[in-house]
């Protein structure tokens, strides 16, 4: 929820002129008015998608060029719309209950129930249940729902899903699913071709963790869904897990049948409660669908990667570690809706069916072993036992001898047709809705699923029970149908340009191993490197000077904070106090407490302190290159995103006593160890010192170093045994960060706004000092661009407690 806020000139003072001076609230602003990058994701979310969108920009980027010989007498889908087509703006309320759910919801007898027949291992409908922990399993990423996000507080969730979110990418989620709701989908394939044989060589592309795709491979970024698309086209597809009924993998890989689209019955957890929701039925409207439909149309080629579950692949990804494959350029040849069995009330949902056809003009798919005798690289080789060395071919030798990373223009030519319009698998008009079809199964059809006689006998009428096997002919492939456009898969190299800062966005990003061509996230401060063999990059970034961590600037309307009026927050006098060697140097205090309901105790508060002098700075900079020894550390073994490790989306060090929220010993060194860090320390305990009279001596500092658009998620320090003092120096780029209420005081969302926001330049130290800050409130913290922070805590024994010794 964006707190309700209303418009009002603010005034601009400089430090020197706030000293001393009675500040208005500063709450009547619009925090929309803020650029997205520095607002807390949710309003970042909202910023982007109220952003008006020039649709002639959008058609044009993704219709089809002029095609190359293409008859006249072909209709496009604009002219009339066959079955399946992406609706128009005006037709999607009125698609949203079609006569064909009306029909199938009064049908008395449903398809007859496969999982009575399979018996007891059939699937059933899973009511609530309560699950205190649950065993932490991946559930296919192809049909599952995003769990609603559970609480932020560390120790429940040590990293919460913002922490890996940037703005081009879905924002991750935890896929967790306890045992007992383990049920496998009903409508699967059992894969016959198990044990399934190593891969013959390495794929071109690949990963370990679904961050690794995200973060490195342009062509997927969905950390959520099977369906990766922008502006209704879809870069990415995934084939995982179970393959639905009819699913095929022909032609060596080159002609791929899949059901898509979501809206798969999933599991959902809510404060630790497991859900599970039905499967409903996909409309062509749904955003999934409607951007497959419209590659389907445009011709537009995806990319299709799959997962070590997915059955259909011939070779067994894990032996080689590999969870993600990218196999290559795909167009879809086929798109059409049916009915299939499902667990809900009618028995059966609506799912779309997508035929992917290989794109011509970028060699073989990689894993066809062409060393097979009577090899036909037209239909493809079925996998036979790879010898090891085969195996351990290099990838590099393989990615240099034609591996599908390109689409090149000059063998490519865009016959910009349908496969509906006419030429192929005789598609027939029905007369009832007189959209065509194709022709799919042994008989034919409707499949228009707002049409009363979809998936009916066109003859009695009846539903179709089983629609049994495709039609003769339906598999093969058809002339090829793409754009003219220069597609590359491979990622391209980091490539380390003069005078570029180098925290900048590009080096944040995944690198693609060109030795063994795995995906790996940036997970060390100072180099890009393989994480499965010995390739790396550096990076050696610069020591910065004062000058040059200072610079950059906020464009926000207000110097030091912002409180929203409905928050009760009242913030007391600023004041100027003196630091450092006897001389007075004009800084802020400002002490923020709220009156009202929960922090009304005046230990609770929060106070900025400013450095303000020259000679702060300079004590500050050496602190740089401590924190630069910084890891992007792996998140918590309780939280599964995708599947693999997970990263957080900035890079840490931690000094002092450990911090379970850094992994504890194993991410910690000794003060001795970090000299900067601990000069660090002791500056914040003068300044503390100096302007709030308060001995804190702290044991801890956690160093956070953000390179651009890195940012720490909604959190509070709230940990058994932190705290309560808790107070951070902020060195580099000035940073926003936002307070909200915890959602634990605030269960129906009402005010899930931004209650204050706290702007904090290089030199800061920000104190929070009372457990009602962390009790009461979460905090973000959205930095500008690069930038390191230093937070000193007190840490005592209870912490290191492990949450099963606790009563
Ligand atoms: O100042 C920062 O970058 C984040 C500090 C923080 O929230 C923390 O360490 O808990």
Request: with cysteine.
């Amino acid at each position: 929820m964006v707190p309700s806020v209303k418009r009002q000139k603010v005034a601009h003072h400089s430090i020197y002129e706030a000293v001393n001076m009675k500040m208005e609230n500063y709450g009547e602003i619009d925090l929309h008015s803020l650029p997205p990058h520095l607002l807390p994701n949710e309003l970042e979310a909202e910023a982007a998608t109220s952003q008006p969108r020039s649709k002639n920009r959008r058609r044009n980027r993704h219709r089809p060029m002029a095609s190359i010989g293409s008859d006249s007498s072909i209709s496009r889908p604009s002219q009339r719309r066959p079955v399946a087509a992406a609706p128009l703006e005006s037709d999607i309320d009125k698609r949203k209950l079609g006569p064909a759910q009306a029909i199938a919801n009064s049908i008395e007898a449903p398809i007859e129930d496969e999982a009575n027949r399979a018996g007891s291992s059939g699937y059933r409908i899973i009511t609530p249940v309560q699950s205190p922990i649950p065993k932490i399993e991946e559930y296919s990423l192809n049909s599952v729902s995003p769990p609603v996000d559970g609480s932020t507080d560390r120790s429940h969730y040590l990293h919460s899903r913002d922490d890996l979110f940037t703005m081009d990418e879905e924002a991750p989620v935890k896929i967790v699913k306890p045992e007992s709701l383990l049920t496998p989908p009903l409508d699967f394939v059992l894969d016959t071709r198990f044990p399934k044989p190593k891969l013959p060589h390495l794929p071109p592309i690949w990963a370990e963790s679904r961050q690794e795709i995200c973060e490195g491979f342009d062509w997927f970024r969905s950390y959520q869904g099977g369906v990766y698309h922008v502006d209704n086209a879809v870069k990415g597809y995934m084939l995982g897990g179970f393959a639905a009924r009819r699913d095929v993998f022909e032609h060596g890989g080159r002609f791929i049948i899949s059901h898509g689209g979501g809206k798969a019955e999933s599991v959902i957890c809510r404060d630790g409660l497991y859900t599970s929701a039905q499967a409903s039925d996909q409309l062509a409207e749904d955003k999934s669908v409607r951007a497959l439909l419209e590659n389907y149309w445009t011709g537009r080629p995806l990319v299709l990667v799959i997962d070590d579950k997915y059955v259909l692949f011939p070779y067994d990804l894990t032996a080689d570690g590999v969870t993600y494959a990218v196999l290559g350029f795909y167009t879809i040849a086929y798109a059409w809706a049916e009915y299939q069995l499902a667990n809900n009330e009618t028995g059966r949902v609506i799912r779309y069916k997508f035929a992917f056809q290989w794109c011509e003009g970028q060699g073989d798919p990689w894993w066809l072993d062409k060393s097979v005798e009577g090899y036909n690289s037209e239909a493809g080789s079925l996998p036979q036992p790879v010898q090891a060395s085969a195996a351990e071919k290099s990838v590099e030798t393989v990615i240099s001898t034609g591996l599908p990373l390109k689409i090149s223009e000059a063998e490519l030519y865009s016959t910009n047709f349908s496969p509906l319009d006419g030429f192929f698998n005789s598609p027939q008009i029905c007369n009832v809705c007189h959209i065509p079809s194709p022709h799919v199964y042994s008989s034919w059809f409707c499949l228009e699923p707002d049409c009363i006689v979809f998936w009916r006998d066109p003859i009695n009428q009846e539903l179709v029970e089983d629609p049994g096997e495709y039609k003769p002919g339906f598999l093969e492939l058809i002339p090829p149908r793409s754009q003219l456009e220069d597609l590359v898969l491979l990622p391209e190299p980091v490539v380390v340009a003069k005078n570029e800062p180098l925290t900048g966005y590009a080096f944040t990003r995944g690198v693609h191993c060109p030795k063994c061509g795995r995906l790996s996230c940036r997970f060390q401060w100072k180099k890009l490197s393989c994480l499965k063999c010995s390739w790396e990059q550096h990076v050696e970034i610069p020591k910065r000077s004062a000058e040059n961590l200072r610079a950059g600037r906020l464009p926000v309307p207000f110097e030091k904070f912002y409180l929203n009026s409905s928050s009760a927050i009242i913030h007391g006098p600023l004041t100027s106090f003196g630091f450092g060697n006897g001389g007075r140097v004009p800084a802020i205090k400002l002490a923020i407490r709220r009156q009202t309901k929960f922090l009304s105790d005046i230990k609770n508060r929060l106070t900025l302190v400013n450095s303000g002098s020259a000679d702060g700075h300079s004590e500050l900079t050496n602190v740089c290159p401590q924190a630069l020894v910084a890891v992007r550390n792996v998140a918590t073994d309780l939280i599964v995103v995708g599947r693999g490790t997970l990263l957080t989306n900035y890079f840490s060090h931690n000094a002092g006593e450990p911090y379970q929220y850094v992994g504890g010993d194993a991410n910690t060194v000794p003060f001795e160890e970090a000299p900067a860090v601990s000069d660090a320390r002791s500056l914040i305990q003068k300044r503390i010192r100096e302007a709030l009279q308060l001995n804190a001596s702290f044991n801890e500092v956690l160093s956070c170093a953000y390179m651009e658009r890195q940012r720490m998620a909604f959190h509070s320090d709230a940990e058994v045994g932190l705290g309560p003092l808790v107070a951070g120096l902020s060195l580099g780029s000035p940073a926003l960060m936002h307070f909200r209420l915890h959602r634990k005081y605030d269960p129906e969302y009402e005010q899930r706004g931004i209650q204050m926001t706290v702007v904090l330049r290089h030199g800061d130290i920000l104190v929070m000092d009372g457990a009602g800050v962390q009790d009461f409130y979460e905090h973000t913290v959205v930095p500008n661009n690069f930038r390191i922070a230093a937070t000193a805590r007190q840490i005592t024994k209870q912490h290191h407690v492990k949450k099963e010794e606790t009563p």
